[in-house]
């Protein structure tokens, strides 16, 4: 008899009807309201995030009365690629647009593998000693050694004018690390329990368990720390002196410097600090923007399961 009753299709079509209708969620008129307000608010504040690069790109493109006379919007007035002429013809350019590339993706793999493994470490209760590490961590967010110290620690060690003065010293970030090791304290410890039944060590449920299902808050730490790396030039700028070395960031950087005070391209291209500026800040940031929609899925996904819960 109850399943005579249960079943909509035994039942009649009256009952199927009622069942179908009452999945529907009826719209009011404050929800329509809501919703429109809603996607008002939002389009107006993505249009103001994307109205400052939309800008960028115009004074890159566009000549030097227009953007002295503050005329260039959203759209290039005057087209003038004369600076990106200057800029990209230089070998001296591309030789640091290489380094910036290998220095990314060092420091990136190698922040990585450290982040990771310290942050799985210190997820374990029964780890000795978890307290202690935890603090000496969280004591490098609150107090730093010092810009020359920091120098003369860098200079003793040999790492002078060497890839490893950029990566060495930034290769854990505290709040990276925070986050990933929130992530694993929410990880289920059956899945490692039972893998651990299967015959893997610790290694193998890290590497073969763990790993593969944590691509979400991976992905969100390798773009923080692609961002960093590649956007860093101060330590470059401090640690070396031969411009063979320097990341691009520091190339532009001296550009930008040189556009403020005397002419930066050539007797025959001389350009106000505006454009030379929006033309390297458009060459500095593109290559994360191309890069930022291939991961932008895990980005939300990622910080919300690595976010500290109440």
Known sequence: ????????????????????????????????????????????????????????????????????????????????????????????????????????????????????????????????????????????????????????LVNALGFKNTIWAIVLPNAINVFNLLVMKSFFDNFPQELEEAASIDGLTTYGVFFRVVLPLSKAVIATMILFYAVQFWNSWFQAYLYFDQRDLYPVTVYLRNLLAAATSTESLGSDAVQIASNVQSVAMLLTVLPIVCLYPFIQKYFVSGVMLGSVKG
């Open 1 to 152: 008899m109850v399943n005579e009753v249960l079943d909509p299709v035994s039942a009649g079509p009256d009952l199927a009807a009622v069942r179908g209708s009452t999945t529907r969620v009826k719209e009011t008129t404050g929800y329509r309201v809501f919703t429109v307000l809603n996607t008002v608010a939002l389009t107006l504040v993505g249009l103001l995030t994307l109205y400052p690069f939309l800008n960028l790109v115009a004074k890159a493109f566009s000549s030097q009365g227009y953007i002295a006379a503050g005329e260039v919007n959203i759209f290039p007035r005057g087209f003038n690629v004369t600076t990106f002429q200057g800029v990209v013809s230089d070998p001296m350019f591309w030789i640091n647009y290489k380094n910036t590339v290998v220095y990314t993706v060092v420091a990136t793999a190698i922040a990585m593998v450290l982040t990771t493994s310290f942050a799985y470490a210190l997820s374990k209760p029964q780890l000795k000693g978890r307290g202690l590490l935890v603090g000496m961590a969280l004591v490098t967010m609150l107090y730093a050694g010092g810009l020359i110290p920091n120098y003369l």
